[in-house]
T-cell receptor, first 112, second 115 residues
C-alpha cells in the first residue's frame, strides 16, 4: 500500500526560528510533491510544489526533494505565530498525475 | 471571483438518511475530487472525476455516490450505507495539462455530523 509518513508533532519552535517539516513516501514512481497548510477547522491551502531533486525557494519557504531517499521536506524561515497550523505533505500516485496521497500532517506551533 | 464553493458549511444527518453535499467550481477545471478528513488523519480520496460524465472510485468509495453531469459541478451523496459518515468533507479541483505541476485546489469544506 502506498503511504506518506509525517511526524504528527506538535513541532514547537520559537518565533524567528527555522521550522523543519519532514515527509517520507513509499511510492518510488511518485513525481510531484506538494505542501499544503491547514489551519484548524479550515481547508488545506497550497504552499508550494516540487518535482525536481534539490531545493525550491519561495519567500520564507523552501521545499527540498530527494527522490533517491524518498524524502521531501519543508523549511520555514523566520517562523511567525501565524505559521502555526498543520502542514500536509501530498504526493502523486505513480502512473499518472491525477491522484494524490496525503500524509496525516505535522502540527506546527510557533510561540512568541 | 474564481474559486470552489461547497454547501452547506455544516450538515446534520439522522441515522438512515441520505444527504447530498454540493461542490461547484468556476475555474474551468476538468478534474474534481472528493476527500474525507477525520480528526488527526490525512485526507482520504472518496471519488474523483477527470471529465464530465465520467468518475472513478477512490480508496473509500463504499457508502458514497457521485455524479458529474456538468463540468462545474460534482455533488457527493452520503448514503445510509456509510456507517460512520461524521467527518469533514473536502472538494477539490485541478486544471492544467502540464502534469507535473498541476495542482489541486480545495473548497472550504462541509462538516457532516450524524445525530
Amino acid at each position: 500500500q502506498k503511504e506518506v509518513e509525517q511526524n504528527s508533532g506538535p513541532l514547537s519552535v520559537p518565533e524567528g526560528a527555522i521550522a523543519s517539516l519532514n515527509c517520507t513516501y513509499s511510492d518510488r514512481g511518485s513525481q510531484s510533491f506538494f505542501w499544503y497548510r491547514q489551519y484548524s477547522g479550515k481547508s488545506p491551502e497550497l504552499i508550494m510544489f516540487i518535482y525536481s531533486n534539490g531545493d525550491k525557494e519561495d519567500g520564507r519557504f523552501t521545499a527540498q526533494l530527494n527522490k533517491a531517499s524518498q524524502y521531501v521536506s519543508l523549511l520555514i524561515r523566520d517562523s511567525q505565530p501565524s505559521d502555526s497550523a498543520t502542514y500536509l505533505c501530498a504526493v502523486t500516485v505513480s502512473g499518472g498525475y491525477n491522484k494524490l496521497i496525503f500524509g496525516a500532517g505535522t502540527r506546527l506551533a510557533v510561540h512568541p | 471571483d474564481g474559486g470552489i464553493t461547497q454547501s452547506p458549511k455544516y450538515l446534520f444527518r439522522k441515522e438512515g438518511q441520505n444527504v447530498t453535499l454540493s461542490c461547484e467550481q468556476n475555474l474551468n477545471h476538468d478534474a474534481m475530487y472528493w476527500y474525507r478528513q477525520d480528526p488527526g488523519q490525512g485526507l482520504r480520496l472518496i471519488y474523483y472525476s477527470q471529465i464530465v460524465n465520467d468518475f472513478q472510485k477512490g480508496d473509500i468509495a463504499e457508502g458514497y455516490s457521485v455524479s458529474r453531469e456538468k463540468k462545474e459541478s460534482f455533488p457527493l451523496t452520503v448514503t445510509s450505507a456509510q456507517k460512520n459518515p461524521t467527518a469533514f468533507y473536502l472538494c477539490a479541483s485541478k486544471g492544467g495539462t502540464s502534469g507535473l505541476t498541476d495542482t489541486q485546489y480545495f473548497g472550504p469544506g462541509t462538516r457532516l455530523t450524524v445525530l
